[in-house]
């Protein structure tokens, strides 16, 4: 009966499956058993992961250690307790006192606008930009340093893009700002307004290809249709339907309430240490 | 390129090199829109710098935007050699680095060949990315100093890091050269 | 990634997953990829229960789970989850079935929406473990046979053992609670 | 627990076989479904290995093959009472079975017990200088002693040959544990180690060499502030497994150009030697290979602080052998300038926790920035 089976099949039954690497699973995840009065359980406030971006974790699996990361978020709480840490975005504009050895007051400050931001935990940065004498300038903080004095956010908005690291090629004055610049007035309550100006770009050469990123707030680069064409190759638009990919880069929900619930008992002083920088906004542009 | 009233092929050839504007003679009327084109230069080098690259189609720098040899730098100080090398359109070049990597970095020492001269200068700036609290700038700016450290120029006309005040400090010695005076001629510290 | 993405709030999988996706060959590339799980997401809404290869069933359940999730979460009067289930449900009747009946079914559901189980090798085969992945509530009888343990012979034994061990416990405890009297 | 063993007679060894039969036909019965609940797994293991690993003597081996024993949820629960009954009962009387046996006294020539740790991440911290460092959290879990090991039982097991230093000096060992685990789940051997000492059997078991004068007795407890900030360690792991490869990848060679008439060796080492008088491939040529997966030790690091609560120590720098998750050795730093000196002697033979009162809970050497103090200040010179 043997002679019936094709020769190919006849083989591959018998012979031994590949070694295969088995790597481990990322099992479903289990609420933490949260304290006996559930009642008390504050619901997760919807900005919570837009203001305090930094207390999520890094979502790949293979740096993921709970203790380590509630060590490092008790950390971020007790900086957070020392220095306030107001609540920014893309686009706002910002002024940042430093510690420096080498400057004349033994202080630095700088003025601009966060272009970029990024890093978890203790490792959270963000990106300001100004030009000061006619000279592009960018300076990288960390937001956990010690070297840190003082942040304030002398106007907060936000832009239309997630990043703004198209104010490298743009035109000098839509980046340039002040270093006197004054607090400006938010009422209280309102929401954080959306800045939809539209930047307009040097000719090329670029530091990168804008015409791929798709941004929303820069005006029309007037390249020639083959620049558009060839972006256009590298469009990837099956990413939006890739749920896998989504879940894989994101927190859970759950998870993020077990994360708030956890920093719950100090999130009442985070929030007033917030409103208060926004009323400071207020005051300070009232005279 | 048509509204600083010379066309590409003006515009190469002003920007080219000595040596070879000399097999070709410049026809008249050039130097009318080479004058135009030193002037747009003066008013914003970075469109002209992209005016270059574009016509070229070459990029010469790397992609981490190291300081290396040949890399095209810009004098920020008030020096008539410096000022005049970025007005004409021909900025310097970075011939050597004095470290032992051969990229610059901020406080560096390095030679560079401006209008056919070696000099010494100092990177007061430099693009590439730098660490935590470390401005980067969007040129790589150098300050020319002499032989003793001396700057030529009398002062400097952007923004200088407050790093280099430990740097030169510690690059300077007691009875050699002394590269502190660069300080003593910045008009800011970031 | 130095970040989470904040963009979207997205509840928890029911379901291990692996770490990183598999990259399964296509000459298509990613957005093959992406149309190899499309096949088996749509069969699995179409048919309920399916023999799949190990490696692909993982794969796509996940993408499955995912997909009811949103469904039951956003509704079919949300665009974006329309345009989600449009682009993974390319037979239209299986959109219906996803908000009319999936959505309901799995409402109050508490656990994952999917069930692999382990499938035999049928001589002549590949060399691939073969899985049956199905939905749960599906209207197929049951895979495993649902017989009760409890009268297997350790079973037995072992609850006269239990039986004996608490007596004995509680004997011991109240001699203890006589002798601090 | 005797009429498990009833039950396992007559299935395995018992008299009567017409019982033995019916019980095994009847197990068959049951179980004769091939589709089986749960996830599939794409597990297979490799069985080409033709390498015989021989054991340490006080290291059984631990693992056995799992079968579903297939018990009511009762039952299972039984198996635990009765665990725990065991366990904790004891535990909460005295920890140690034994009574408390002398304590040495520490001098230039001692050797302390090391201890198992847990590799759990990498973040930065901030000197008072406002300069970052990475440090690595190691976490000890649950380590507590085994047993230990005197010097003429272990010179009796070690190679007589090798020169190694317990013939050279008096050297004993602990054998130390971590993370307890399910006894079901290990053979008898494996719980046999623990079964003296009244402990749980343990995930994780090694052995560390001391000299006598360090010993503990077993069901000690180790905690993260056997070490001090400040001091140093040597930390040993295994390094990420990463495969077979290429010499690019484990050797950083330069591979070839990608053009320039070049093809099909673009990630390729070259030429591997000359002829001549060496015609052959000389020993340690660096070719490609299998590349990680190795025991590597880092030496030298400093502790920067330690928490008593959750156990756990911040290391100097980020590249501690292994992967998130794994488990490191944690010794005495070997390096003469790193050792412990008369004037600052380390707690020997360790820190008994429990036995202090007002232990802090977070210990930082006093270069370090702690981030409840406010921000680096410089003061004008």
Redesign the interface.
């Known amino acids: 009966m043997l002679s019936a089976v094709p020769r190919r099949i006849f083989h591959t039954f018998f012979r031994k499956p590949p070694a295969q690497r088995v790597t481990a699973k990322v099992p479903p995840y289990i609420r933490d058993q949260l304290d006996s009065n559930t009642d008390n359980e504050q619901p997760l406030p919807h900005d919570f992961r837009t203001v305090y971006p930094e207390f999520l974790p890094d979502p790949r699996p293979e740096w993921r250690n709970r203790l380590r990361e509630r060590l490092e978020r008790n950390d971020m709480l007790t900086r957070r307790s020392v220095v306030a840490i107001p609540e920014f975005y893309i686009g706002s504009i910002m002024a940042v006192t430093?510690g420096?050895?080498?400057?004349?007051d033994k202080t630095?400050r700088?003025v601009g606008i966060c272009i970029s931001r990024g890093g978890t935990g203790l490792r959270a940065?963000f990106n300001l930009r100004n030009v000061?004498?006619?000279?592009?300038?960018?300076?990288?903080?960390?937001m956990y340093?010690p070297?840190i004095r003082n942040i304030e956010v002398l106007r907060l908005e936000k832009r239309l893009d997630e990043e703004l690291l198209y104010l490298?090629d743009a035109l000098p004055e839509y980046s340039t700002f002040p270093l006197d610049m004054e607090p400006e007035l938010l009422p209280e309550g309102a929401p954080v307004p959306i800045n939809d100006i539209k930047v307009k770009l040097?000719?090329?050469?670029w530091h990168e290809r804008w015409e791929r990123k798709n941004l929303q707030g820069v005006q029309d680069l007037g390249l020639p249709q083959r620049f558009y064409n060839k972006a256009k190759l590298h469009e990837k638009p099956w990413e939006k339907y890739d749920l896998m990919m989504e879940y894989r880069a994101t927190i859970p929900e759950e998870e993020q309430a077990d994360i708030f619930h956890e920093i719950a008992p100090h999130y009442q002083q985070l929030e007033s240490s917030r409103r208060q920088s926004k009323r400071r906004l207020a005051q300070t542009s009232r005279y | 390129m048509e509204r600083w009233g010379a066309s590409m092929k003006e515009i190469e050839r002003a920007i080219s090199p000595p040596h070879e504007q000399k097999k070709s003679k410049p026809k008249e009327g050039l130097t009318g829109a080479k004058e135009r084109w030193t002037e747009a230069m003066n008013v914003v080098p970075?469109?002209l710098r992209?005016?270059r690259?574009?016509g070229s189609r070459l990029?010469t720098s790397s992609s981490l935007r190291h300081i290396q040899k040949q890399t095209r730098l810009r004098v920020?100080d008030n020096s008539e050699l410096g000022k005049s090398a970025m007005l004409e359109g021909r900025p310097p070049r970075c011939i050597h680095v004095y470290n032992k990597k051969g990229i610059g970095r901020t406080g560096d020492k390095v030679l560079v060949a401006i209008k056919g001269q070696k000099k010494q200068a100092i990177l007061t700036?430099c693009h590439q990315d730098?660490?935590?609290?470390?401005?980067?700038?969007?040129?790589n700016?150098i300050v020319l100093v002499d032989e003793n450290g001396s700057p030529l120029g009398t002062r400097i006309?952007?923004?200088i890091p407050?790093?280099?005040?430990?740097k030169l400090t510690e690059m300077s010695r007691p009875k050699g050269v002394d590269y502190t005076k660069i300080l003593a001629i910045a008009?800011?510290?970031? | 990634m130095n970040q989470a993405e904040i963009r979207k709030l997205i509840p928890a999988l029911r379901v291990a997953m692996t770490p990183k996706k598999r990259r399964f060959s296509n000459p298509r590339g990613p957005e093959g990829r992406l149309f190899k799980m499309r096949t088996t997401v749509n069969e699995l809404i179409k048919n309920e229960r399916m023999e799949v290869n190990y490696n692909r069933a993982d794969e796509a359940r996940g993408y499955a789970e995912r997909l009811i999730s949103e469904a039951i979460r956003y509704g079919d009067c949300h665009r974006p989850t329309m345009e989600l289930a449009d682009f993974w449900l390319p037979e239209k009747q299986n959109v219906h079935k996803l908000f009319k009946v999936l959505v309901p079914r799995f409402k109050d559901s508490e656990i994952s929406y999917t069930r692999v189980h382990k499938a035999p090798h049928v001589y002549p085969s590949t060399l691939f473990d073969k899985v049956v992945l199905e939905l749960r509530g599906n209207p197929f009888p049951p895979l495993e046979k649902l017989t009760t343990k409890r009268n297997w012979i350790h079973n037995i034994l072992l609850e006269e053992a239990h039986r004996e061990y608490l007596e004995k416990k509680y004997k011991q405890e109240g001699e203890e609670e006589e002798e601090v009297q | 627990m005797s009429l498990l063993s009833v039950t396992r007679s007559i299935l395995y060894g018992g008299k009567n076989n017409l019982q033995k039969i019916e019980v095994i036909n009847l197990l068959l019965q049951q179980n004769t479904s091939v589709l089986t609940g749960g996830t599939g797994g794409g597990a297979t293991t490799r069985n080409m290995s033709r390498m015989k690993k021989t054991r340490p003597f006080w290291q059984p081996k631990s693992t056995r093959t799992l079968y579903p024993e297939e018990l009511t949820p009762s039952n299972e629960a039984f198996g635990s009472e009765v665990i725990s009954d065991q366990h904790t009962s004891s535990s909460t009387t005295s920890p140690l079975k034994c009574e408390p046996w002398p304590r040495g006294v520490w001098s230039e020539a001692s050797m302390r017990c090391g201890v198992i740790a847990r590799k759990i991440g990498v973040y930065p911290m901030w000197d008072n200088n406002g300069r970052?460092l990475l440090t690595t959290l190691l976490e000890v879990p649950d380590n507590e002693v085994v047993k230990y090991i005197p010097p003429e039982k272990l010179l009796e097991h070690t190679h007589p040959k090798k020169n190694n230093n317990t013939h050279t000096k008096e050297m004993a060992a602990l054998v130390v544990g971590a993370d307890p685990i399910d006894p079901r789940l290990v053979t008898k051997e494996y719980y046999g180690v623990f079964a003296d000492s009244g402990l749980l059997p343990k995930k994780k078991l090694t052995k560390f060499l001391i000299t006598p004068d360090a010993k503990l007795p077993p069901g000690t407890p180790l905690y993260a502030s056997h070490y001090r900030p400040g001091q140093y360690v040597d930390v040993l792991g295994t390094t990420i497994d990463r495969g077979f490869q290429g010499v690019m990848k484990r050797w950083l060679f330069k591979g070839m150009p990608a053009t320039h008439g070049v093809t099909k060796s673009h990630r390729r080492p070259g030429n591997i030697g000359s002829g001549g008088e060496k015609a052959r491939v000389l020993p340690g040529q660096k070719m490609p290979g299998h590349m990680g997966n190795k025991k590597r030790i880092l030496r030298g690091l400093k502790i920067w602080r330690v928490n008593t609560k959750y156990n756990v120590m911040w290391v100097q720098g980020p590249a501690i052998p292994g992967a998130t998750g794994s488990y490191v050795y944690v010794y005495d730093s070997w390096y003469h300038h790193c050792r412990h000196t008369p004037d600052n002697p380390p707690p020997f033979p360790t820190f008994f926790q429990d036995e202090e009162e007002g232990v802090e809970e977070e210990m930082y050497h006093p270069d370090l920035h702690v981030f409840s103090k406010p921000s680096i200040a410089f003061n004008e010179k």
């Open positions: 430093v420096d050895r080498n400057a004349s630095n700088f940065w000061i004498d006619h000279q592009g300038l960018e300076i990288m903080y960390e340093s070297l490298r040097k000719p090329r050469p | 970075a469109i992209a005016a690259c574009e990029h920020v700036g730098q660490f935590p609290l470390m401005p980067k700038f969007d040129s700016n006309h952007v923004p407050t790093f280099l005040r430990k008009t800011r510290f970031v | 970052r």
